[in-house]
């Protein structure tokens, strides 16, 4: 059982940056984790993701500007977000999978066992 919370949301403005962390319960070593964002009104989608082999997907809206990393000495998983855009404003949650993913399973919410309870992110105009 793994159990996930997320920090580090809040209000910035276009081109502003943030960090978003996640503290793990369990070990995440072993799993996919991932990234993934709501607005109002749309469906969750995946934003980042990497393996226990460090191995990186990201969405083509956020390649360049978003890196996720994770410390696994810490449960950690990271998402560092520069040159944040109105269009990013979303809630963000933390997933992890319970088994390994192929690569072009990664970026889907059904894919994943485990959510946090999300971290709010407004970049406004």
């Known amino acids: 059982q793994v159990q996930l919370m997320e920090s580090g949301g809040g209000s910035v403005q276009n081109g502003g940056s943030l960090r978003l962390s996640c503290t793990a319960s369990?070990?995440?070593?072993?799993?996919?984790m991932g990234w993934f964002r709501q607005a109002p009104g749309k469906e969750r989608e995946g934003v980042a993701t990497?393996?226990?082999?460090?191995?990186?997907i990201y969405a083509e809206s956020v390649k360049g500007r978003f890196t996720i990393s994770q410390d696994n000495a810490k449960n950690t998983l990271y998402l560092q977000m520069n040159d944040l855009k109105p269009e990013d404003t979303a809630m963000y949650y933390c997933?992890?999978?319970?088994?390994?993913?192929?690569?072009?399973?990664?970026?889907?919410?059904?894919?994943?066992?485990?959510w946090g309870q999300g971290t709010q992110v407004t970049v406004s105009s």
């Open positions: 997933a992890a999978a319970q088994v390994q993913l192929a690569s072009w399973l990664r970026l889907r919410r059904d894919r994943y066992n485990y």
């Open positions: 369990g070990h995440i070593s072993s799993t996919c």
């Open positions: 990497v393996d226990r082999f460090g191995v990186t």
